[in-house]
C-alpha cells in the first residue's frame, strides 16, 4: 500500500503558464515533506521542503502547499520554464527521522 | 567536493551473476541509503545505514546484502542476480540531527540482467 501516492504520471503545461504537481499521503505520521526533482541520467535532486507546522513555504519561482486535513500537499511552479521539464518526485518523513517515503513521481513537459 | 558518488554507471548481469554496487560519500555524512528506482514506482528503499556500523533493511531488501565499510562507503551486493533486479539503484545520504531531512542522492547506475 503506497503511502505517498502523485495520482498524475504525467502534466504538459505551456512555457510562462503554472504548473502544479499534486501528491497525496496517508500516513497521518509524516510531519515533514520534500520535493525532489530528477533529470534523465542524473540523481534526484532537492527542490523544497515543508514542515507540518506551515501550510506554505516558498523559494523563489516554486511554492509548496500543506494541507494537512485533505493530507495532500501540492508544489507550484509560477512562471514554468522549458527546463523545469522533469520528473518530479514528493516523499514525506515521520517523527522527524533520516527515512524518506517516495511518491511514483510526475514527469512534467514544459513546452516552449 | 564530489558528493555522492557511484560505480559502475551502467552494468549487464547475465541471471546467476554477483555484483557490487560502490557508493562513497564526502560529506561526513552519517546516514546512507541504497534505493532502487522502477517506471511508475517511484524510489523504493532497500536498504539503510543510520550510522557507521550499522544497517537495516528498507521495503524490498530480498536478493540484496549491503556493507556499511566506513563513514564514507556503502556498498550493495547482488549474490545471485534476477531480471526482476533489473533497475535503476541510487545511493543516497544525509546527516543526523539537522533541522532537514534532505537527502544527496549518487547520479545512479543502470543495472539490466538477462
Known amino acids: 500500500d503506497q503511502q505517498v501516492k502523485q495520482n498524475s504520471p504525467s502534466l504538459s503545461v505551456q512555457e510562462g503558464r503554472i504548473s502544479i504537481l499534486n501528491c497525496d499521503y496517508t500516513?497521518?505520521?509524516?510531519?515533514?515533506f520534500l520535493w525532489y526533482k530528477k533529470y534523465p541520467a542524473e540523481g534526484p535532486t532537492f527542490l523544497i521542503s515543508i514542515s507540518s507546522i506551515k501550510d506554505k513555504n516558498e523559494d523563489g519561482r516554486f511554492t509548496v502547499f500543506l494541507n494537512k486535513s485533505a493530507k495532500h500537499l501540492s508544489l507550484h511552479i509560477v512562471p514554468s520554464q522549458p527546463g523545469d521539464s522533469a520528473v518530479y518526485f514528493c516523499?514525506?518523513?515521520?517523527?522527524?527521522?533520516?527515512?524518506?517515503?517516495f511518491g511514483g513521481g510526475t514527469r512534467l513537459m514544459v513546452k516552449p | 567536493n564530489a558528493g555522492v558518488t557511484q560505480t559502475p554507471k551502467f552494468q549487464v548481469l547475465k541471471t546467476g551473476q554477483s555484483m557490487t554496487l560502490q557508493c562513497a560519500q564526502d560529506?561526513?555524512?552519517?546516514?546512507m541509503y541504497w534505493y532502487r528506482q522502477d517506471p511508475g514506482m517511484g524510489l523504493r528503499l532497500i536498504y539503510y545505514?543510520?550510522?557507521?556500523?550499522?544497517?537495516d533493511k528498507g521495503e524490498v531488501p530480498n536478493g540484496y546484502n549491503v556493507s556499511r565499510l566506513n563513514k564514507r562507503e556503502f556498498s550493495l551486493r547482488l549474490e545471485s542476480a534476477a531480471p526482476s533486479q533489473t533497475s535503476v539503484y541510487f545511493c543516497a545520504s544525509v546527516t543526523s540531527g539537522g533541522v532537514t531531512y534532505e537527502q544527496y542522492f549518487g547520479p545512479g547506475t543502470r543495472l539490466t540482467v538477462t
Open positions: 500516513n497521518s505520521m509524516f510531519d515533514y
Open positions: 560529506m561526513n555524512h552519517n546516514s
Open positions: 545505514s543510520a550510522s557507521e556500523g550499522t544497517t
Open positions: 516523499a514525506a518523513s515521520a517523527n522527524a527521522g533520516n527515512m524518506l517515503t
